[in-house]
């Protein structure tokens, strides 16, 4: 991952991981080794502080790797302090947010299912900012600087590289009127756009779909590099669930999959879209 800190943090920790593994010591030997905790060598390998490059450096001279790599890892360390571009923002990303945007930023893949909201990177500046005030409880100025992230992020859809995106939506969040019907229209007229671009697939989940995986929201993130596994994420009011195991992945993938099999074709998906817009314009 060459891209946002976030992923590089990441992918240092899998690598640091990785490497004690091989040695078959467990974080406390490896910390004695050191003269350090075992704490601090867990918190490397978790990514849930800051790793120095003098402390990467000091652990491949201890697991002996090659220069090549000791240089590589001691540079992701290093790239790993830069600040993301939504990070500027404040308190309009909340720190439990900003490390999903982190690894958003370097998906390949995109998978996401919204059982009540259109997705975010579909929504209207309108739309974002009527969720907002509604839900978080934020001041002005952070509900400003949350509805420019979220346009910020939809960048990605559009960027050279963007991701395989495909949305599944229920047809309930078409129907739910955020704001006014004038809202939902210019919100409806959004979500085809975004559609039609090459790298996107959107399909509806009907209310006549019958059984399917009830599993509320979620997304799925895939990365270029075998050596980052998918991710799973589903978010809350104040926190989120980030899995990696592949017992979830593999679930959440077979979820998605009868997701997209009951929801109607893309292109069925969008006439249904294009008669709900017809409705809001009545």
Same mark, same amino acid.
């Given at each position: 991952?060459?891209?946002?800190?976030?992923?590089?943090?990441?992918?240092?920790?899998?690598?640091?991981?990785?490497?004690?593994?091989?040695?078959?010591?467990?974080?406390?030997?490896?910390?004695?080794?050191?003269?350090? #905790?075992?704490?601090?060598?867990?918190?490397?390998?978790?990514?849930?502080? &800051?790793?120095? +490059?003098?402390?990467?450096? !000091?652990?491949?001279?201890?697991?002996?790797?090659?220069?090549?790599?000791?240089?590589?890892?001691?540079?992701?360390?290093?790239?790993?302090?830069?600040?993301?571009?939504?990070?500027?923002?404040?308190?309009?990303?909340?720190?439990?947010? #900003?490390?999903?945007?982190?690894?958003?930023?370097?998906?390949?893949?995109?998978?996401?299912?919204?059982?009540?909201?259109? +997705?975010?990177?579909?929504?209207?500046?309108?739309?974002?900012?009527?969720?907002?005030?509604?839900?978080?409880?934020?001041?002005?100025?952070?509900?400003?600087?949350?509805? &420019?992230?979220?346009?910020?992020?939809?960048?990605?859809?559009?960027?050279?590289?963007?991701?395989?995106?495909?949305?599944?939506?229920?047809?309930?969040?078409?129907?739910?009127?955020?704001?006014?019907?004038?809202?939902?229209?210019?919100?409806?007229?959004?979500?085809?756009? #975004?559609?039609?671009? +090459?790298?996107?697939?959107l399909q509806v989940l009907p209310f006549d779909a019958g059984t399917y995986p009830a599993t509320g929201s979620f997304t799925m993130l895939?990365?270029?590099?075998?050596?980052?596994?998918?991710?799973?994420?589903?978010?809350?009011?104040?926190? !989120?669930?980030?899995?990696?195991?592949?017992?979830?992945?593999?679930?959440?993938?077979?979820?998605?999959?009868?997701?997209?099999?009951?929801?109607?074709?893309?292109? &069925?998906?969008? &006439?249904?879209?294009?008669?709900?817009?017809?409705?809001?314009?009545?």
């Open positions: 991952m060459a891209g946002s800190p976030t992923a590089r943090r990441r992918r240092l920790s899998i690598e640091l991981k990785k490497l004690r593994e091989q040695s078959a010591l467990t974080c406390a030997q490896v910390g004695s080794a050191l003269d350090w #905790s075992g704490s601090k060598v867990n918190r490397m390998e978790t990514g849930s502080g &800051r790793v120095q +490059p003098s402390d990467v450096d !000091a652990l491949c001279r201890f697991y002996d790797t090659g220069e090549e790599l000791r240089e590589f890892l001691k540079s992701l360390a290093r790239q790993a302090k830069t600040r993301g571009w939504w990070q500027v923002h404040g308190s309009g990303v909340p720190q439990w947010f #900003s490390i999903y945007i982190g690894l958003e930023q370097e998906a390949s893949t995109f998978r996401q299912y919204q059982c009540e909201l259109l +997705p975010g990177l579909m929504q209207t500046p309108a739309y974002a900012s009527e969720l907002h005030k509604t839900g978080a409880h934020l001041p002005a100025e952070d509900i400003d600087r949350a509805v &420019r992230v979220r346009m910020e992020r939809q960048g990605m859809l559009t960027h050279v590289g963007a991701p395989d995106a495909w949305f599944v939506v229920n047809e309930g969040a078409l129907r739910n009127v955020i704001g006014d019907r004038s809202l939902m229209r210019e919100q409806l007229e959004r979500v085809l756009a #975004s559609s039609e671009l +090459p790298n996107v697939t895939g990365f270029p590099d075998q050596e980052d596994p998918d991710i799973v994420y589903r978010d809350g009011i104040t926190d !989120a669930v980030y899995l990696e195991g592949e017992h979830h992945v593999r679930e959440y993938t077979r979820a998605f999959d009868g997701l997209r099999a009951a929801a109607l074709s893309p292109q &069925r998906s969008a &006439r249904l879209v294009e008669s709900v817009l017809k409705e809001y314009a009545g």
